[in-house]
């Protein structure tokens, strides 16, 4: 999935839909594994993805 023109930062939610909640918490498993920081900006993109996820995911 692409990256955001942001400087390559956040998730972009373009793409196939289907691969949002995978793609998201992969993307956030890393920033928490390498201690890495999420800007404000960076939140909104992973946590409307997240969303689709099946409740028992989350």
């Known amino acids: 999935m692409p990256l955001s023109s942001s400087g390559g930062n956040v998730p972009s939610q373009a793409g196939r ?3 949002w909640c995978r793609y998201a918490t992969i993307w956030v498993s890393a920033k928490s594994r390498y ?3 999420i800007t404000k900006k960076e939140k909104k993109d992973p946590r409307d ?3 689709t996820c ?3 995911a989350r």
């Open 49 to 51: 993805m997240l969303a």
């Open 54 to 56: 099946p409740k028992a």
């Open 17 to 19: 839909k289907e691969f």
């Open 35 to 37: 201690g890495l920081t």
